[in-house]
């Protein structure tokens, strides 16, 4: 499974952005793909993730301003950042897992992930 993201760029505190992750290889064989993030000298961590009903989680820092969404039928995940603010600056990757609950707020939940994407970097500076 490979995975490509894309839409990150450089922003003002209150910008928007779309990131998109576009799956390719043996989709059929995950069970799930988030979004995480990182900033230099922090863990990564989970942002957000959808069930297959549409059902979206959100890590609390986010809820409300950041959007998940899919297309299936194009095996894309997408993440709509809006009013971003500068602790949004970071690394930006989609990650997938075969088999499993989708865990995105868990502390090691990126230790769950068996693909990773190389990342979109996302800067909001004034």
């Known amino acids: 499974v490979q995975l490509e993201e894309s839409g990150g760029g450089s922003v003002q505190p209150g910008g928007s952005l779309r990131l998109s992750c576009v799956a390719s290889?043996?989709?059929?064989?995950?069970?799930?793909v988030s979004w995480f993030r990182q900033s230099p000298g922090k863990a990564r961590e989970g942002v957000a993730r959808i069930d297959d009903d549409g059902t979206p989680q959100y890590r609390s820092s986010v809820k409300g301003r950041f959007t998940v969404s899919k297309d299936a039928a194009k095996n894309t995940l997408y993440l709509q950042m809006d009013d971003l603010k500068p602790e949004d600056t970071a690394m930006y990757y989609c990650?997938?897992?075969?088999?499993?609950?989708?865990?995105?707020?868990?502390?090691?939940?990126?230790?769950?992930?068996?693909?990773w994407g190389q990342g979109t970097q996302v800067t909001v500076s004034s």
């Open positions: 990650a997938a897992r075969k088999s499993g609950t989708c865990y995105i707020l868990r502390p090691d939940a990126k230790n769950y992930y068996n693909y």
């Open positions: 290889g043996f989709t059929d064989s995950v069970n799930c």
